[in-house]
C-alpha cells in the first residue's frame, strides 16, 4: 500500500533507465489527489524518463510506484490499461494518429471499453473543454494544426477518466501565444475534471506558476522540491532553472 493515503500517484526510491544505463537515480515524488505538480530541470537531468518509468516503457531497475493505492510497479503500459488504473500520459510531440480521425483517434483512448452511448456521453464532455474538436470531428488529425493536435492528445488521454495526467512538455514547439493557451487549458481541465497533474515542462518559470508543488531534477536525482511559490523565490532555482538573472 501507499504510504501517502491521499496521494493518487507515489514513486518510491526509483531506479531506472535504458539496458545498462541507469538514469534516474532514488528519486521518491508524490502528487496528492487535485494537485499540479511541476517537474523542471536542464535537458539530460532524467524529466521524461522519469515519467515514462511510471507508466512501464523505461525498465524499472527497483522502487515502486503506486497509482491511486494500486501497486503497479513493473507494468507494461497495456497491463496498467487493461487493470483500469486511473491514468493518462500525453507524451511529447507525436502524440496523434495522423492517419485516423478525430473520432478515432478519441476512441483509441477508450478502446478498452464499448464504443456506445458511453463513448458519445464522454465525448460530449469533453467537447465543452475542446469545442474545436467537435467541429472537425470527422476530419483526419494530419489537417490539424500543432495547437490542435495538443488538444486532441490531452482529449483522448481523458477518454478513460482517469485520476491523474502525465504531461511530458505539453507545449513543445507551441508558439508562445498557444502555449500560454495550452497551459490554461490544461489548468482549467484539472479544476472541470477534478483531475491531478503531474507536467514536465519546458516553459518551467509559467508551469510552476501555475502549480501547487514542483521538484528540480539533476543528473536523474531531486536537487530541490517545495510549494512552487518557495521554489520561484529560491534564487538558485531561479538563476539555474528559470532563466532569472536577478
Do not use: C, H
Not at 501517502?4 to 515524488?29: F, H, M, P, R, T
Not at 523565490?233 to 536577478?246: N, P, S, T, W
Amino acid at each position: 500500500m501507499s504510504e501517502q493515503v491521499d496521494a493518487v500517484l507515489e514513486a518510491k526510491n526509483i531506479y531506472s533507465g535504458y539496458g545498462k544505463l541507469q538514469v534516474i537515480n532514488g528519486i521518491s515524488l508524490y502528487v496528492k489527489r487535485g494537485e499540479m505538480v511541476t517537474i523542471i530541470g536542464p535537458n539530460g537531468s532524467g524529466k521524461s524518463t522519469f515519467i515514462k518509468t511510471i507508466i512501464g516503457l523505461v525498465t524499472l531497475f527497483s522502487g515502486k510506484v503506486y497509482i491511486d493505492g494500486k501497486d503497479v510497479t513493473g507494468k507494461k503500459p497495456y497491463e496498467i490499461i487493461r487493470e483500469g488504473i486511473p491514468i493518462g500520459y500525453v507524451p511529447q510531440l507525436a502524440n496523434v494518429f495522423p492517419s485516423l480521425t478525430i473520432e478515432e483517434n478519441l476512441k483509441m483512448g477508450y478502446y478498452t471499453k464499448k464504443w456506445d452511448k458511453s463513448f458519445t456521453d464522454r465525448v460530449r464532455v469533453l467537447f465543452d473543454l475542446f469545442p474545436i474538436l467537435e467541429e472537425r470531428f470527422k476530419q483526419r488529425a494530419s489537417l490539424l494544426s500543432g495547437g490542435e493536435r495538443q488538444q486532441l492528445a490531452l482529449a483522448r488521454s481523458l477518454m478513460p477518466t482517469p485520476r491523474i495526467l502525465l504531461l511530458d512538455e505539453p507545449t513543445a514547439a507551441l508558439a508562445p501565444i498557444l502555449a500560454e493557451e495550452m497551459l490554461q487549458l490544461i489548468v482549467k481541465m484539472r479544476k472541470e475534471l477534478d483531475i491531478s497533474v503531474l507536467i514536465v515542462e519546458q516553459r518551467a518559470k509559467r508551469a510552476l506558476q501555475l502549480s501547487d508543488r514542483g521538484y528540480v531534477f539533476v543528473t536523474g536525482t531531486i536537487a530541490a522540491e517545495g510549494t512552487a511559490d518557495d521554489l520561484l523565490q529560491e534564487d538558485k532555482i531561479r538563476k539555474l532553472y528559470l532563466g532569472q538573472k536577478d
